[in-house]
């Protein structure tokens, strides 16, 4: 205890429930990774439990094995720097036989410990029962069987631990015996440590170390005070491994075990009420075909449902900023600043109004993602790919990572921290831009519900994304030789309770990913909004003369019907408004773009569209909304939908570029910190750029050798 203030150590195999549990203790609203191994930070949470103050320490997941995990150090060095009261190690019930090496682990450090088991409702359903009393008294740790997710037992909980806090000493666990000859090898190393302890491992015990030492963990034997040591580790371990059989990484592991299936035998029984989890959803979920066919099946409906129920709020969204529009501009004094009153109309609903009105499809695409991924539909199709996942090289938390870059690109690129190989990390660094995310969803859903007729709208789009999973998977398998030897891929993850996920954690889960895209997003397209208005504005071009001449005579014409009239004064002012667009900020870079990607089927319109997006691909819209409305507002257009580009050739090839392409300042800078270094960053973003050139101008080029420009669908 320091200052009054007791800490609380959670400890935990990754996916244990922890993060759960501290939001449950200090009613905190902490992210809870749904896939184990991402989760990066430590995370901290202050709350009252009984009459004391304590401070609740959730680091990030652990796993068993003796050298792999470095984060299982954490918790030593945790130990090291703080005076930590209290282990509260969190078990899950449904895997406890793998998860209770963990706790062999961390009954080493010599504090005092609670084990609380956690998703005992899981356990239950797969017909495991436990002997609670039994497993305490084998570990000498107090046990408390706890359902987080729902806050079963979590009264009780909190009582343990004040009552474990209130008595000042609370014993300590039991000390696990490894056999005679590795206790004598343990029990020797203690004597040689400890005069060449230093201080900043006072708080670690001798007998940590030592069986560091035995193991081979590359913190201990690295120090320069133990390396005198080494010469009598290895004899000690040529001594184990003629006694026991057992090699230096296999000593503490296998004994481990051995002790657990003897506390197992006793205090854990499976029973037959288990075998009927296995349901007929659940196998066809499974298996390799059906499994795949299921999941493909599933975005398909997936995406027919962002477009059949997202299109009414967002036809009613652009009507209300058409007409507000309108009203604006005729209700606008005379005496005031035309400049603001164009910059309300052009730059805000415009340009803002244009990504407002796609926010219902954004939404709806965060909430289902939301929905697959809570019920464990995406574990389930994850598993049933896993052969062709493991073609690619891709291991579990690598899924959990592409997961989660389709919500956005940005948190995935920074769980990529948790990655311990650099190897590993800067490969996914690579690949995760190219997922489609939903900034891109925007652009997607705007240039196919202007391109294709309803009927193939969901299709268009459930293509879009399987096209982005492809580019992530085949530059995954191509960069893997690139970036050294493969090494063997880790056990697919255990896969999560399939079931509806529950109302609250369902809400705020929504809640956190869409809360996550607006603020992310917001302060950029408001102020992108701004710079891009400018930039469409100046330098503004006033001479218009010849065109002013074809506007009185069209007024003073008898010749031409009314509606006549109106038609070809659109077409004039839309002349004025490019003419003006080429003279601004915005053109004369939008002709330089045109140039370098006219082989790509862009014209110098839809490069100055696609050069708004350069810094975040939300800008995209709003450069397509400003220039929607500043030269169409005139001909009465009801919708944000417009075409950009010439003919739907044009379209999917701007489709396909944005796909490939990451020029995301969010995404470069996202990529800088995780690598820690400037170089990824640009070699990603030259590397992307450099293979959406290459492919689009393949595919552009093909489309117009074989006449497949303008007749792809009726339209």
């Not at 436990?130 to 909190?158: C, D, N």
């Not at 390799?288 to 009414?312: C, D, E, H, N, W």
């Amino acid at each position: 205890m320091a200052g009054g203030l007791f800490r609380i150590l959670l400890a935990g195999n990754a996916g244990s429930g922890k993060t759960t549990i501290l939001n449950r203790l200090a009613g905190s609203r902490q992210h809870v990774s749904l896939y184990p191994g991402t989760g990066i930070e430590r995370r901290v949470g202050r709350c009252p439990i009984g009459e004391f103050q304590a401070e609740v320490i959730d680091l990030p997941g652990m796993t068993g094995d003796e050298t792999a995990d470095a984060r299982i150090q954490a918790a030593f060095q945790e130990v090291a720097r703080n005076d930590i009261d209290l282990v509260v190690n969190v078990v899950d019930a449904a895997n406890a036989v793998e998860e209770l090496i963990l706790v062999l682990r961390m009954v080493e450090l010599e504090v005092p410990m609670l084990l609380v088991f956690n998703k005992i409702d899981e356990a239950e359903r797969l017909g495991v029962c436990f002997s609670y009393e039994k497993l305490a008294e084998f570990f000498k740790a107090p046990l408390i069987p706890v359902e987080a997710r729902s806050g079963r037992g979590m009264v009780q909980l909190t009582d343990e631990i004040a009552r474990l806090l209130r008595s000042g000493s609370p014993q300590l666990p039991a000390r696990p015996k490894y056999g005679p000859v590795i206790d004598e090898a343990i029990e020797d190393l203690i004597r040689r440590v400890e005069p060449l302890k230093r201080p900043d491992l006072r708080r670690i015990p001798l007998r940590v170390i030592a069986i560091g030492l035995l193991s081979g963990t590359v913190e201990i034997c690295e120090r320069p005070e133990f390396r005198v040591l080494l010469g009598e580790v290895a004899r000690w371990r040529e001594t184990i491994a003629e006694r026991t059989g057992f090699t230096e990484g296999a000593i503490f592991p296998e004994r481990r075990r051995a002790l657990l299936a003897g506390a197992c035998r006793n205090g854990m029984i499976t029973t037959p009420a288990g075998t009927g989890g296995d349901s007929f959803f659940e196998r066809l979920a499974t298996r390799p075909r059906s499994g795949t066919l299921l999941f493909l099946v599933k975005m398909f409906i997936a995406f027919s449902v962002i477009f059949l129920i997202g299109q009414y709020p967002s036809r009613l969204l652009a009507k209300g900023f058409v007409a507000l529009g309108r009203y604006i501009t005729a209700a606008w004094p005379d005496w005031q600043s035309e400049f603001l009153s164009r910059f309300l109309v052009e730059g805000v609903l415009g340009g803002v109004g244009a990504v407002v009105t796609l926010l219902p499809f954004v939404l709806l695409f965060i909430f289902l993602f939301v929905v697959l991924e809570g019920s464990g539909c995406l574990a389930r199709a994850a598993f049933a790919m896993e052969r062709l996942l493991r073609f690619f090289r891709l291991d579990g938390r690598g899924l959990g990572l592409f997961i989660l870059g389709f919500g956005c690109s940005i948190p995935a690129l920074s769980a990529c921290r948790a990655i311990e190989s650099k190897r590993e990390r800067l490969l996914l660094l690579f690949v995760l831009p190219f997922l489609p995310c939903a900034a891109r969803l925007t652009i997607a859903a705007l240039l196919i519900a202007a391109y294709f007729p309803p009927v193939f709208q969901a299709a268009a789009l459930w293509v879009f994304y399987l096209c982005g999973i492809g580019a992530a998977l085949v530059a995954l398998r191509l960069l893997r030789p690139i970036l050294g030897k493969e090494a063997a891929l880790p056990p697919a993850p255990e896969l999560p309770p399939c079931r509806f996920p529950p109302l609250g954690p369902l809400l705020r889960r929504f809640g956190s990913y869409a809360g996550g895209y607006l603020t992310r997003g917001g302060l950029v397209i408001a102020l992108g909004a701004i710079v891009l208005f400018f930039c469409n504005t100046y330098p503004e071009r006033t001479d218009f003369r010849d065109i002013d001449e074809k506007l009185v005579q069209l007024d003073l014409s008898t010749t031409l019907s009314e509606s006549r009239k109106i038609e070809e004064a659109a077409r004039l002012h839309r002349e004025i408004a490019r003419r003006k667009l080429e003279y601004s900020i915005s053109g004369r870079i939008g002709q330089g773009l045109a140039f370098c990607l006219s082989p790509l089927g862009f014209d110098q319109h839809t490069a100055t569209v696609w050069g708004g997006g350069l810094v975040a691909r939300e800008l995209f819209i709003v450069q397509a909304g400003i220039l929607h409305v500043r030269e169409d507002y005139a001909s009465g257009e009801e919708t944000m939908f417009h075409p950009v580009g010439r003919n739907r050739l044009e379209a999917i090839s701007l489709l396909l570029f944005t796909l490939l392409c990451s020029p995301c300042l969010g995404v470069f800078f996202a990529i800088r910190r995780a690598a820690a270094s400037w170089k990824p960053a640009f070699l990603q973003l030259a590397g992307s750029v450099a293979a959406a050139y290459l492919i689009t101008l393949a595919v552009y080029q093909l489309g117009l050798f074989l006449r497949l420009g303008t007749d792809l669908f009726p339209h």
